[in-house]
């Protein structure tokens, strides 16, 4: 039995609609019109235990809809969720002991209180034994370099600050799988890695099973070996990044630095996509042009610096799924 069985979730919003200005107020007060948002149309995934899962897509997909109802803290319409034997909107407090969650754009921290103070108010919450309790935080400590403020009050913290401690926050009380929803949103490059890093090493170290939502397509390229991609509340694609690239398209870039300015080369089925000063970008199909005979190609009527053979940006490789789909893109 997977440790997350979802099968067919659905959850539809209605909301209020309310004319613009004094008249459709006064309107809306008697005659209210409603329409629903069927935000989950039916989502079915499984993962394992110690897996890093990806889950992504486009603005109002249902990423955030998802997790929440993961997390107990949203109740579907209908379908089942299963995460170790509970159902989480039904359990939750049992749930909530088990699992750890960090939401980007919100924290768990008090934000009057020194970091260290919000640690302890967790514990007690969480009733975390205090002799495993002080050994967890140690280690946050550590893995997070948290050691130089952790005795300053959340409100005066920097965003990448103020998120190492909501992470370390998540894991006091052990959990054995972390839902986390945009949690590099708005992090300089180096807060990024450090946070990368960490839902690594938890994952890699202690088997937490993660699910990480994410805009951020080099969060997924460092992270995550499976990608699900949701787009209109409906799973588009869930395997390897191998696989979503090749169900896509087999196209590859080769990337030329040249050494003078002119370019020659004209080959059926390569597409000279980008050429920026020395800089000059082509599509191929390695199935119908290997990577080594373009390359030989190019070189035998060009003086060139530097070559690198990628692949499209995950990015790309999303929208066109989307597209495909029938989705209106970002
Ligand atoms: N509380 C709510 N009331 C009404 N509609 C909602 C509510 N929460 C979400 N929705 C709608 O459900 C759909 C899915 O929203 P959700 O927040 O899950 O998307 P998302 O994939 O997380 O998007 P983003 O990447 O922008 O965070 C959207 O159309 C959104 O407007």
């Known amino acids: 039995m997977p440790q997350i069985l979802v099968e067919d979730l659905k959850k539809s919003f209605f909301v209020s609609q309310r004319s613009s200005g004094f008249f459709g107020s006064v309107k809306g007060l008697v005659q209210r019109k409603t329409t629903i948002v069927h935000a ?48 989480p ?18 924290s768990q921290l008090w934000w009057d209180l020194p970091v ?13 034994p205090d002799s495993g309790y002080r050994k967890t935080r140690q280690e946050m400590i550590d893995l997070l370099s948290l050691e130089s403020f952790l005795y300053t009050p959340v409100r005066q913290l920097s965003l990448g600050q103020r998120m190492r401690c909501d992470f370390a926050a998540a894991m006091l009380h052990r959990p054995e799988i972390l839902f986390l929803d945009e949690p590099t949103i708005g992090l300089d490059a180096v807060s990024k890695l450090a946070v990368r ?7 890699k170290t202690h088997q937490v099973t993660t699910i990480l939502t994410t805009h951020d397509m080099d969060d997924i390229e460092a992270l995550c070996d499976r990608v699900i991609i949701i787009g209109g509340g409906e799973i588009l694609c869930d395997g390897t990044l191998t696989a979503l690239r090749s ?8 990337r030329i630095d040249l050494i003078n300015d002119d370019f020659f080369f004209e080959e059926e089925g390569v597409n000279i996509i980008s050429k920026d000063g020395r800089t000059v970008t082509l599509a191929f199909d390695p199935t119908k042009l290997s990577a080594a005979s373009l390359i030989s190609q190019v070189t035998s009527k060009n003086e060139v610096a530097d ?17 495909k789909s029938g989705g209106i893109l970002y």
């Open 40 to 87: 989950l149309k039916g989502v079915s995934f499984s993962v394992e235990q110690g897996e890093l899962v990806g889950y992504i897509g486009p603005n109002g997909a249902g990423k955030s809809t998802t997790i929440k109802i993961l997390s107990g803290i949203l109740v579907p319409t209908s379908g089942t969720c299963i995460i170790g034997g509970r159902t």
């Open 89 to 106: 909107w039904k359990d939750r407090i049992r749930h909530v002991s088990r699992i750890g969650v960090v939401f980007g754009q919100r």
């Open 116 to 128: 260290i103070e919000s640690f302890d108010l967790l514990r007690d919450i969480y009733r975390v």
């Open 197 to 203: 890093k960490f839902i690594k090493t938890l994952n």
């Open 247 to 254: 169900q896509v398209s087999s196209r590859r870039y080769l």
């Open 307 to 323: 070559l690198f053979v990628e692949n499209p940006p995950i990015e790309e490789i999303v929208a066109e799924l989307y597209a």
